[in-house]
């Protein structure tokens, strides 16, 4: 019965949760920029809102555009219930090889992708291009920061390597740091943030994840909102628990789970706090330099791995 | 022994009915119809003979061989088929089928244009040598029937011969392959020097006569030699002029099995006939894996040709296969054939895979050339309202290549990738590095491939239309829609039983006589794939019932969800513009950002043609062509032409076009000769 329970949270805590921490993002952003911001609870009202609206779809759309929010939205939601939150007693998901879960992304970028591209606006055409160089050009820095973390924990499962990593020595922390490092960059790339993308602009010269959904309205456009908050909260996660998996519980104890939580909680809270710093102090990259900092993802995930082995 | 009889005879059938549906075709030249439905019916029949005996060889291992002593020294009529020859022609007959029925609908285009009975002939006799081809086992007879392969699919090149480019294509092709041949021969004459025989088992027998320095010429003879064939970088430059030249189901044979012929020679000599590789030869073949697959998809990318950019897909595949085909020989170099055979089973394991996706993906571009009339892709657009099932298939063929789950290209790049990773975890410093050099780039193919099919089937299928014919398709011919949805269920079956299929493959590794041991470093069943040592665990079953699951509650939340919201028709928010077919993202456009983030290798080149009106300042016209510079053709092709050409240069010298010189010359030769003989 407990177990059935826990499994529920583990499904259901991306989804639910993810709105929440863009919302805190955004608060934190407002913060710097000497404005009271909306609510934290902004982007639930959002979603809500847009649920309940009609909806205008092109006449050029085929059923790529109005299928990829479903594929899109379910990717996150069993990528969401396949990696370690608050537990690691779910090593037997057959769904958590870090390689199947870099390509059910890739699977839900080239929907998406195929979604921009639908219904012919110029818009959305750049966008997917974009999208996909840069997409493209982070799947070396991802796999190879995981792959870094797979050979310190002897496994590709990403609750074992969870489990592993929070038992080593601070001596051996070196190459993780700067596997982490190379995960962040890659981090900011997939979930469109700063430098490479900015979540808040409709501006053509720039946008990439926003001018793929341009189109998109209603539900549909809802569906792919919370996907992508979903995917934030999905790497949040990932960088939180793998590369500093300090707290997370192994036992299945109702009060080690709490304790859990809050320790998730409070790292989500300290990445969030990084990104919305981030998002503050620095500017958009310019495309073209773009790959450079991806090659430097890829260049430390391979140093960080020739330190393990 | 049952068994075997059964696998000898249907093979021996298979063989006949392909040679009566050549000569039967060409019967039937004066009758179009006749013709083709009589050589692609045989070529059907004969196809489902020699997927019967392979699979029998498979199943119940009832391997075979035969021989029939020719009057001729040294040439012998002789068949081996083990498992690995089995696999390969199962591979041949399985995408021989679908293309004969493909073929029935598609070759209906050329009636009263060009000789269905040709067609039937030369595509009747290519499939025939191909399945010779994987099953000779003496050298003479193997270079006839490879040469028959070769000269077949030559003229399948050249069919369209009102073209003028097909026919250079053709040449071009024709050269390459002979040169190919040329270095095959001298590979195998090496053998015979060194263990006097041409049969394959007596060359293994005696294989221990070799002298080292004749093992490494072989290696490299062989090498390039079958390379040519697989189309490895850089000898590579006929493949994607040739393959889509070819009528598309041909095209379909040609990438997706005939470079495999290639693979299959390189795993027969270099992993059966000749054992104990040195190390160097496996970094070699990994190293050229690494460099056909990222070169491959970059080219691939900068392609508009809906059919070369799949012939440079063949090429980036090829060397995908080639990666775990290299890791394979290191592996087993060092003595650790657990992981040899792990890494052989991916190279063998997406030999099979990107047989189907290929062969479906050029079947797909047949379908919209046969609607269109043209392989640019930026006259397409739009086309999947159009062609809906067209699309579909063509998509599932696009997420397969792209290596995206559950398809089957998804399982053998996980496996790749595994063996490439075990190779990085278990091998000493100096091996490692190249091993990680090459997962690197197998992750950078990936992503690319799948950004270069974002980009074909978005600029072929979404979208509005560019042009007046993709206005005017319609969905095609029932059996060209028979023929891409097999393959299209083959692609997710493959891919969801791959436990199963994996299975398979092992007992063909275990096939040859080196990788005949018990131990293996994973154990695979129908819902799973595990290793043995816990690294990594994959149940691609669960991928897919888990996606389908997912999505078809989300789905139905949802409508439950919103059912009272309407949904409107609108347009595409123009700008207050008036949109057109013109103002959408095209191929080039699309690729442009990863070609000039890649300029260091692509090296593109832009010309900028303006006509001015009389007073020269104003333009009439501007034309702008972008293309990009080989580097192939600057730093290896360039330099040997410039060398034949200056060595030419100095033989030009003697040559004064004066007889009377030639006179002296043949005197001074027979005062030579003379001098010789008395001497």
Not at chain 2, 100 to 107: D, E, F, K, L, Q
Not at chain 2, 168 to 173: D, F, N
Not at chain 2, 450 to 468: D, E, M, N, Q
Request: glycine share 6%; net charge positive; charged share 10%.
């Amino acid at each position: 019965m407990w177990f059935i329970i826990i499994c529920i949270i583990q499904i259901m805590l991306i989804p639910v949760a993810s709105p929440l921490f863009i919302g805190i993002v955004r608060k934190i952003k407002a913060v710097f920029q000497n404005r009271v911001g909306a609510s934290i609870f902004q982007p639930y009202k959002d979603l809500r809102k847009l649920f309940d609206k009609d909806e205008i779809i092109s006449a050029d759309a085929s059923w790529i555009f109005k299928f990829a929010p479903y594929v899109i939205f379910s990717i996150t939601i069993i990528i969401g219930a396949s990696i370690p939150i608050f537990s690691t007693v779910f090593k037997d998901n057959p769904l958590s090889d870090f390689l199947t879960l870099v390509y059910l992304i890739a699977l839900s970028t080239f929907f998406i992708a195929l979604a921009g591209l639908d219904v012919g606006s110029a818009f959305g055409g750049f966008g997917s291009s974009r999208e996909m160089t840069i997409a493209a050009l982070t799947e070396g820095g991802l796999i190879f920061s995981l792959l870094a973390l797979a050979f310190e924990a002897h496994s590709s499962n990403l609750f074992i390597i969870s489990d592993a990593i929070s038992s080593i020595s601070l001596i051996s922390f070196i190459p993780i740091l700067l596997a982490f490092l190379a995960f962040l960059i890659a981090m900011l790339s997939e979930t469109a943030r700063y430098p490479f993308d900015n979540p808040a602009t409709h501006l053509e010269l720039t946008m990439i994840h926003e001018a793929m959904i341009l189109e998109y309205s209603g539900k549909r456009l809802a569906l792919i909102e919370w996907a992508a908050a979903n995917k934030f909260l999905i790497f949040l996660t990932l960088g939180a628990n793998l590369f500093f998996p300090w707290g997370i519980d192994t036992t299945m104890g109702f009060i080690s789970i709490v304790i859990a939580m809050f320790i998730f909680l409070l790292k989500i809270l300290i990445l969030c706090l990084f990104v919305a710093v981030l998002e503050s102090s620095i500017s958009k990259f310019r495309f073209f330099r773009l790959p450079d900092l991806l090659f430097i993802s890829f260049i430390l995930s391979i140093i960080a791995i020739s330190l393990i082995l | 022994m049952f068994y075997a009889n059964i696998s000898l005879n249907c093979f021996f059938i298979s063989l006949l009915l392909f040679a009566v549906g050549a000569f039967g075709s060409l019967t039937f030249n004066r009758n179009d119809r006749l013709s083709n439905l009589f050589g692609n019916s045989l070529a059907i029949i004969a196809s489902i003979f020699g997927i019967i005996s392979s699979l029998s060889v498979l199943i119940f291992d009832s391997a075979f061989s035969y021989s029939i002593n020719s009057s001729l020294p040294l040439l012998s009529l002789s068949f081996n088929i083990d498992r690995l020859s089995a696999f390969f022609i199962f591979i041949v007959s399985l995408i021989a089928l679908v293309s004969s029925v493909y073929g029935i609908g598609y070759a209906k285009h050329y009636y009263k244009q060009y000789s269905l009975g040709a067609l039937g002939f030369f595509y009747n006799i290519f499939i025939l040598g191909m399945m010779l081809v994987v099953s000779s086992s003496n050298a003479m007879f193997f270079l006839i029937v490879w040469e028959t392969m070769s000269l077949t699919s030559y003229f399948l090149v050249v069919f369209e011969n009102r073209e003028k480019n097909n026919i250079k294509a053709g040449s071009l092709y024709f050269i390459m392959t002979h040169i190919g041949t040329a270095f095959i021969m001298l590979a195998f004459f090496l053998l015979y020097q060194y263990t006097g025989s041409f049969d394959f088992g007596i060359i293994k027998n005696n294989i221990g006569n070799l002298p080292l320095f004749a093992k490494d010429a072989i290696f490299f003879l062989a090498l390039i030699g079958f390379g040519t064939k697989a189309g490895i970088i850089p000898f590579h430059i006929w493949l994607p002029k040739a393959h889509p030249a070819a009528p598309s189901h041909v095209s379909a044979l040609m990438s997706g099995v005939m470079i495999k012929t290639g693979i299959y020679m390189m795993i027969r000599i270099f992993m059966d006939i000749m054992p104990d590789a040195p190390i160097w030869w496996g970094v070699v073949v990994l190293i050229i894996g690494c460099v056909s697959s990222v070169l491959g998809v970059l080219y691939a990318l900068t392609e508009h040709d809906i059919k070369k950019l799949l012939a440079y897909h063949s090429i980036e595949n090829i060397g995908i296969i080639l990666l775990g085909f290299g890791a394979s020989l290191i592996f087993w170099s060092l003595d650790m054939k657990p992981l040899a055979i792990t890494a052989l089973i991916a190279a063998l394991f997406h030999t099979l895979n990107h047989a189907v996706f290929k062969a479906l993906l050029f079947l797909g571009a047949g379908s919209v050339i046969s609607q269109t009339h043209t392989r640019n892709i930026e006259n397409y657009g739009g086309l999947i309202k159009y062609m809906p099932q067209t699309a579909f298939f063509f998509l599932i063929g696009a997420m397969a290549i792209s290596a995206l789950p559950p398809f089957n290209g998804f399982f053998s790049e996980w496996m790749t990738f595994q063996s490439l990773f075990t190779g990085i975890r278990t091998l000493n410093t100096g091996v490692q590095w190249v091993f990680i050099f090459a997962a690197g780039s197998l992750a950078l193919t990936g992503g690319l491939a799948a950004a270069c099919f974002v980009k074909a089937f978005g600029a072929t299928f979404l979208a509005r239309p560019r042009s007046k014919e993709a206005k005017h398709a319609k969905e095609s011919g029932i059996s060209l829609r028979i023929g891409m949805a097999t393959l299209a269920i083959l692609c997710l079956i493959i891919g969801v039983f791959s436990g199963f299929i994996v299975k398979i493959i092992l007992d063909v590794v275990h096939g040859l006589s080196i990788f005949n041991i018990s131990n293996i470093p994973f154990s695979s069943n129908l819902c799973s794939f595990r290793f043995t040592d816990d690294f990594a665990f994959i149940s691609v079953p669960f991928i897919f019932i888990s996606l389908v699951l997912i999505v078809t509650l989300t789905f139905f939340a949802i409508h439950l969800l919103t059912k009272n919201r309407k949904v409107t028709i609108g347009r595409t928010w123009d700008c207050g513009s008036d949109l057109n077919g013109r103002m959408e993202i095209t191929a080039t456009g699309f690729s442009k950002s990863i070609i000039r983030i890649f300029q260091g290798i692509l090296r593109p080149t832009k010309q900028n043609l303006i006509e001015y009106h009389g007073s020269g300042y104003f333009q009439k016209t501007n034309t702008v062509k972008m293309g990009i510079k080989d580097v192939y053709h600057t730093f290896f092709y360039y330099p040997i032409q410039e060398f034949f050409l200056k060595i030419s240069g100095y033989i030009k010298k003697i040559q004064s076009g004066n007889t009377n010189v030639y006179v002296l010359y043949i005197f001074l030769i027979l005062v030579a000769l003379l001098l010789l003989i008395v001497i």
